[in-house]
C-alpha cells in the first residue's frame, strides 16, 4: 500500500503489526521512554530502559540488539557535511567573526536600536544555518545583543524562533541529519525543500524583533572595555569576510555549482577557504584555526554519538511492530489532517522533552514515514518539534538566552510561549495546505 522506505538498515514495512492486547502491549516501551525524557532523564538511559522491556515483550535476543547498535552508531557517525559545516562554523564563531558584525550594525544603523535587534536576529539565524547548532549561536550571540539592547522579550523571542527553525533545517544540523537518514534521502534534498519555509519563518522573526524593539523605545546600552568598539571599520568587515565566505558557501554553493557545471564550492574547497580566511583575516595563526576547527567538531560528534546509541534501542522497540500499530492509528484520520496532527505531536513532545529534539525525532518520524509523508511533511514535523523546544525549561538555546540576557529562565519561557505558540499556529495551516 505503501512504497517501502528505508530506516538504517530496516524497513518499516516488513515489521507486521501485532494485534489484539499484543498490539497494546509493544506500545509500552515507547510511552515509557516518553515518559522518562519528559522526567528528564538522560535519553540514552531512557532508551536502554525501553530497549529492555522491548526485549522481553518481542523476545529479541542479545545478538540482534548488539546489532543494531554496530549499525546504528557507524550510521549517524558518517554524516560527514554536517560535522564539516558545524566544526567550521565554530572556528568563524571563535575568531571574533560576529562580534565584529554586530559592531558595524550598531555603527552603520546611527542609533536606530529596532534595526540592531533585527541583525541580531540575523546573526543568529545565519550562525545557527551554518553550524547546525542553536544553542552554540545563542551563547556567542546574546550577550552580544544583551550588551547591545538590553532585555527586550520579543527579541528574546524572535531569537528563538530563527534558532528552532534553522537547527532543524540547517544543512549542519544533528536534525537535518536524522530526518535524511530516517527518510532514505540526502541531507541537500531536504535543506533546499525547507528553505521556503525556513526563510518565511526567519522573516516573522525579524519583523517581530523589529516590531517589539520599536515599541519598547529602548537605547543602546554602553559597554566597559569593548575591544571591537576601538576597530576602525575596514579592521572589522576584514575580520567578518570568513562568516560571510562561509554562509555563502553552503546557501548559494549548489546553485554556483549547477550554473558552472561542476563542483566547485565542495565540503573540501570552503573549509580549506574558510581556514585560510581565518588566519588571514584574524589574529589567528593557522595552527590555532585548524585546533578551533577541531574543538568545534566536538558537539555534533557527541551528540551523533550519543543519538546513534539512543536510535539503537528504538530500532530495537520498533522490531515489536510499536510504530507499525501506531501508524495502523493513524491511517484512519482523514488524510488532510494526517501532517498537522503529526506536527501537533511534535511540538506537544517537543515542549517537555525539549533538551533533547533529536531524540524526539527518532520516536515521532518513524510513525511518519511509514504513512509515507514527503520530506516536506517530514521537515514540517521536525520544525514543530524545534518549535515546541523553544518553550522547554531544560533546551539547551533557552538556557543559553536565559545567562546571555541575564534573566531566569522561567522569564525566557514566559515570553516565549506567546510568540512561539503563535508561530506553532502558522506551521499548523501551512502544514495543512501544503503537506
Not at 528574546?156 to 534521502?185: C, D, K, N, R, Y
Not at 572589522?236 to 566547485?264: H, M, Q, R, S, Y
Not at 546513534?308 to 484520520?333: C, D, M, R
Amino acid at each position: 500500500m505503501l512504497a517501502p522506505v528505508t530506516v538504517f538498515a530496516e524497513e518499516m514495512q516488513e515489521i507486521v503489526a501485532p494485534t489484539g492486547f499484543m498490539a497494546v502491549l509493544t506500545i509500552v516501551p515507547l510511552v515509557i521512554v516518553l515518559v522518562l525524557l519528559f522526567m528528564k532523564v538522560d535519553m540514552i538511559i531512557a532508551g536502554v530502559v525501553g530497549g529492555a522491556i522491548a526485549m522481553v515483550i518481542g523476545g529479541i535476543g542479545l545478538a540482534e540488539a548488539n546489532q543494531k547498535l554496530l549499525e546504528a552508531i557507524p550510521t549517524m557517525l558518517g554524516i560527514t557535511v554536517p560535522i564539516i559545516n558545524s566544526a567550521i562554523a565554530m572556528a568563524v564563531f571563535k575568531s571574533g567573526g560576529y562580534s565584529a558584525a554586530l559592531t558595524l550594525a550598531k555603527r552603520g544603523t546611527k542609533g536606530k536600536v529596532e534595526l540592531v535587534s533585527v541583525f541580531i536576529v540575523i546573526l543568529l539565524a545565519a550562525a545557527t544555518y551554518m553550524s547546525g547548532i542553536g544553542g552554540g549561536s545563542a551563547m556567542v550571540i546574546a550577550p552580544l545583543a544583551f550588551a547591545a539592547v538590553g532585555v527586550v522579550p520579543e527579541l528574546i523571542a524572535a531569537m528563538s524562533l530563527a534558532a528552532a527553525v534553522s537547527f532543524t533545517t540547517s544543512p549542519a544540523s544533528l536534525e537535518s541529519s536524522i530526518v535524511s537518514q530516517l527518510g532514505g534521502f540526502d541531507v541537500s534534498e531536504y535543506v533546499v525543500t525547507m528553505r521556503p519555509y525556513w526563510l518565511l519563518f526567519v522573516g516573522l522573526a525579524l519583523v517581530l524583533a523589529y516590531w517589539g524593539t520599536k515599541r519598547r523605545n529602548v537605547g543602546f546600552k554602553e559597554v566597559e572595555n569593548d575591544e571591537y568598539a576601538e576597530m576602525n571599520n575596514g579592521q572589522l568587515f576584514k575580520l567578518t569576510i570568513p562568516a560571510i565566505f562561509l554562509l555563502f558557501a553552503v546557501i548559494f554553493g549548489p546553485v554556483v555549482n549547477n550554473l558552472i557545471g561542476f563542483a566547485l564550492f565542495t565540503p573540501l574547497v570552503y573549509m580549506i577557504a574558510t581556514l585560510i580566511l581565518i588566519f588571514a583575516c584574524t589574529s589567528f595563526s593557522m595552527n590555532k584555526t585548524v585546533e578551533s576547527m577541531i574543538e568545534g567538531s566536538t558537539y555534533i560528534l557527541t551528540r551523533l554519538f550519543q543519538v546513534g546509541i539512543f536510535l539503537a534501542f528504538i530500532n530495537v522497540i520498533a522490531q515489536t511492530g510499536t510504530f507499525a500499530v501506531i501508524a495502523g492509528v493513524a491511517k484512519g484520520a482523514p488524510a488532510a489532517i494526517v501532517v498537522p496532527v503529526a506536527v501537533l505531536t511534535g511540538i506537544l513532545i517537543g515542549v517537555p522533552a525539549g533538551a533533547y529534539v533529536g531524540s524526539v525525532l527518532t520516536l515521532v518520524l518513524p510513525v511518519a514515514i511509514s504513512l509515507g509523508f514527503s520530506p516536506l511533511a517530514l521537515g514540517f514535523v521536525t520544525m514543530g518539534v524545534g518549535l515546541g523546544s523553544q518553550m522547554s525549561f531544560v533546551n539547551i538555546t533557552m538556557q543559553a538566552l536565559s545567562s546571555g540576557f541575564d534573566i531566569p529562565i522561567l522569564d525566557v519561557v514566559k515570553g516565549n510561549v506567546k510568540w512561539i505558540s503563535m508561530a506553532a499556529v502558522v506551521l499548523l495551516i501551512i502544514s495543512l495546505v501544503m503537506g
